[in-house]
T-cell receptor
Framework: DTAVSQTPKYLVTQMGNDKSIKCEQN?????MYWYKQDSKKFLKIMFS???????INETVPNRFSPKSPDKAHLNLHINSLELGDSAVYFC?????????????FGPGTRLLVL | DAKTTQPNSMESNEEEPVHLPCNHS???????IHWYRQLPSQGPEYVIH???SNVNNRMASLAIAEDRKSSTLILHRATLRDAAVYYC????????????FGQGTTLQVKP
């Protein structure tokens, strides 16, 4: 069984559309993250939730809204998609949201905005 | 956020050891040194971490300088599957857990 899974794996959409990416972890972890990897391969954290509570919110446009229905799921909804949103989005989880806890990453969702 | 410096790229021959360096001259006493790697078209993967002492696990070894201003990730016998981007990251012990990725070192392994 995949520890951290994301759906969909690929997402191609038009500018202005609204889309969601789902993430689920079956590791029993308390903390989940969203990272964005741009075309230059730089990975940057976007959000983190600990037990369904937002603990990290980097400087991300408010078109991006994370939602955590329970601690095993962290979804990312994106409104009014723009060309610059094209990237690979990675979900990750860790046992806790502090200290040197190992993070486990999902396979990524490749988003292409046309 | 504490900064790390790594070479952009390195090459190795298969079945030979690889030493990947990382400089972190501004490290503070409570910063942990983490290494992750990203294989092509995959998400990052945890490799190893340490605070002061050298560490070994099934994937690699981590050698930490006595002054902690640098560290070296050691792959004892590189395989083609070790070709990846390796990231050296500092993590505060009281940190919210966010990983600050740099550009990493792209390791090429030659058969």
């Amino acid at each position: 069984d995949t520890a951290v899974s994301q759906t969909p794996k690929y997402l191609v959409t038009q500018m202005g559309n609204d889309k969601s990416i789902k993430c689920e972890q079956n590791l029993g972890h308390d903390t989940m993250y969203w990272y964005k990897q741009d075309s230059k391969k730089f990975l940057k954290i976007m959000f983190s939730y600990n037990n369904k509570e937002l603990i990290i919110n980097e400087t991300v446009p408010n078109r991006f809204s994370p939602k955590s229905p329970d601690k095993a799921h962290l979804n990312l909804h994106i409104n009014s998609l723009e060309l610059g949103d094209s990237a690979v989005y990675f979900c990750a989880s860790s046992p806790r949201g502090w200290g040197p806890a190992t993070q486990y990453f999902g396979p990524g969702t490749r988003l292409l905005v046309l | 956020d504490a900064k790390t410096t790594q070479p952009n790229s390195m090459e190795s021959n298969e079945e030979e050891p690889v030493h990947l360096p990382c400089n972190h001259s501004t490290i503070s006493g409570t910063d942990y040194i983490h290494w992750y790697r990203q294989l092509p078209s995959q998400g990052p993967e945890y490799v190893i971490h340490g605070l002061t002492s050298n560490v070994n696990n099934r994937m690699a070894s981590l050698a930490i300088a006595e002054d902690r201003k640098s560290s070296t990730l050691i792959l004892h016998r590189a395989t083609l599957r070790d070709a990846a981007v390796y990231y050296c990251i500092l993590l505060l012990s009281g940190n919210t857990g966010k990983l600050i990725f740099g550009q990493g070192t792209t390791l090429q392994v030659k058969p």
